[in-house]
């Protein structure tokens, strides 16, 4: 199952009752995965799919063509790599897996916290590893579950993801192989180049830690999401990440604790090694372009409104309006909050705004110089 929760899509928790504790984890472990995740569905996190897809040949056909059967469904085992000893890169992660029986490490990938209600689905996955066969009642509780959560587009895949689980061994062995692959062909360069964003990046969260209100850290660490609701967990581990930017993650690692995985990419640097131009530039300018998503922000800028508001104002259909927030959310744009029904509001992020015709005079300056 599906572990994302992301600022853009998915309903956020919020803060205004209960505080819960804090601590602090972090690791290129998190990365390692939510990289895999990204280069799985790079349309998404603004990634360029060409360049996706290229990094994703570098893989051996049948290794990739687990990985991509299986998006969706082993997804980034953040509750697992919590629970790792210190210093949970990826070299660790990956030691630890082999330290696992190939049959056991399928069942480490599943999240049961953040399965949905639909009842016996845990259960029904645990009994496809154990039985090592699937039927059609098994089948059945995964629709319901999918429904539920509207991963509409998944449920097509739901017979290979059992087919897989039915053999345990075999997606063990293969799944390892598939991730000491990517690690050799592509993140072990990139691991050196993202602890070091990482190290500062928790080294600032902790000093805003240190003067600002839960509610307006999760506002900064979260890129303008505002959580308004109380949180029902008794613990948040907050942690920083690469790849995730400028999305917040945030699935439940126990029935009491939460684990936020906030972005801490630079506006200057991109997801791709060598990048000259920002990935935050590129979306900023990009958003901008559009009309539509000009007038939006026109709104936005007066006043706080939902998308059943903004799709009113502009005559269009709410599914075209949700697809411009999200472009806008992507970019960085717009704070996002729920108020206590549950409903999605969006605000004009105009600090964003500023902070991105600087950076672009900031990089429009430096190329000058280069060129003379």
């Known amino acids: 199952m599906s572990a994302v929760y992301s600022s853009q899509d998915d309903k956020l928790p919020a803060i205004d009752q209960i505080k819960p504790s804090i601590s602090w984890d972090s690791g290129t472990a998190y990365d390692f995965f939510m990289s895999l995740e990204v280069l799985h569905d790079p349309d998404h996190y603004g990634l360029r799919p060409s360049w996706a897809a290229g ?58 916290y953040e399965l949905c209600d639909e009842p016996g689905v845990g259960d029904t996955l645990v009994r496809v590893l154990e039985r090592r066969s699937w039927n059609q009642e098994d089948l059945d509780i995964l629709k319901k579950c999918h429904m539920e959560k509207h991963h509409e587009k998944l449920r097509d895949g739901l017979a290979t993801y059992l087919d897989w689980l039915s053999r345990p061994d075999e997606l063990g062995e293969l799944y390892l192989s598939a991730l000491q692959s990517y690690y050799q062909a592509f993140f072990a360069e990139e691991e050196k180049r993202i602890a070091p964003v990482l190290r500062n990046g928790l080294a600032h969260a902790q000093e805003l830690a240190g003067r600002l209100s839960l509610a307006d850290l999760l506002v900064e660490l979260t890129q303008g999401v505002h959580f308004e609701e109380p949180f029902k967990e008794s613990s948040l581990i907050l942690v920083p990440g690469y790849w995730n930017t400028p999305f917040v993650i945030f699935p439940k690692i126990s029935p009491d604790t939460l684990l936020v995985l906030f972005g801490v990419r630079p506006l200057d ?9 920002p990935d935050t ?10 009309p539509t998503r000009l007038t939006i922000m026109r709104y936005l800028s007066e006043e706080s409104l939902t998308p059943s508001e903004l ?57 000058e110089s280069r060129e003379n």
């Open 55 to 112: 990094v994703r040949s570098r893989l051996a056909p049948d290794e990739r063509r687990l990985l991509e059967e299986l998006h969706g469904f082993l997804w980034v085992p953040l509750h697992w790599i919590h629970t790792l000893p210190a210093p949970k890169d990826a070299a660790s992660a990956l030691w630890a897996l082999r330290q696992i029986p190939p049959a056991e490490r399928p069942r480490i990938l599943l999240n049961f």
């Open 311 to 367: 799709a009113r104002r502009l005559r269009l259909r709410p599914p075209t309006v949700t697809h411009h927030l999200g472009a806008l959310r992507l970019a960085g744009l717009v704070h996002l909050s729920l108020d206590a029904a549950g409903e999605k509001r969006y605000a004009a992020r105009l600090e964003a705004i500023q902070s991105t015709y600087t950076h672009l005079i900031e990089f429009l300056t430096k190329k």
């Open 281 to 290: 530039l590129l979306l900023v300018l990009k958003a901008m372009a559009d």
């Open 269 to 277: 640097m991109s997801l791709v090694p060598g990048e000259q131009l």
